[in-house]
Nanobody, 113 residues
């Protein structure tokens, strides 16, 4: 199983980005999929997650109302990020769990004026 992120980049505060995660297996084969991020000098933190079995979606307080996690009916997970702030600067990782945890290689998001 592989998870490959894309969509990161450099944006200004207030702008938007959409991250994508392409899995080699159906997203519904994972019990849960999520986006994590790690800023320089900080621990990796959970940003948003979505369970396979229902509409159970979680957002961290720091992104609630600005970020939206979603998936398609195939092999892709997304993270729509609006109203980006400098504090959102981090490497964003795609995560999937199906008995074993899988991680993508990460995509850099930089928010700076």
């Amino acid at each position: 199983v592989q998870l490959v992120e894309s969509g990161g980049g450099l944006v200004k505060p207030g702008e938007s980005l959409r991250l994508s995660c392409a899995a080699t297996e159906s997203v519904f084969s994972f019990k849960v999929m999520a986006w994590y991020r790690q800023a320089p000098g900080k621990q990796r933190e959970l940003v948003a997650s979505i369970a396979a079995g229902g509409p159970n979606i979680y957002y961290s307080d720091s992104v609630k109302g600005r970020f939206t996690i979603s998936r398609d009916m195939a092999k892709n997970l997304y993270l729509q990020m609006n109203s980006l702030e400098p504090e959102d600067t981090a490497i964003y990782y795609c995560y999937g769990h199906r008995g074993v945890a899988y991680w993508g290689q990460g995509t850099q998001v930089t928010v700076s004026s």
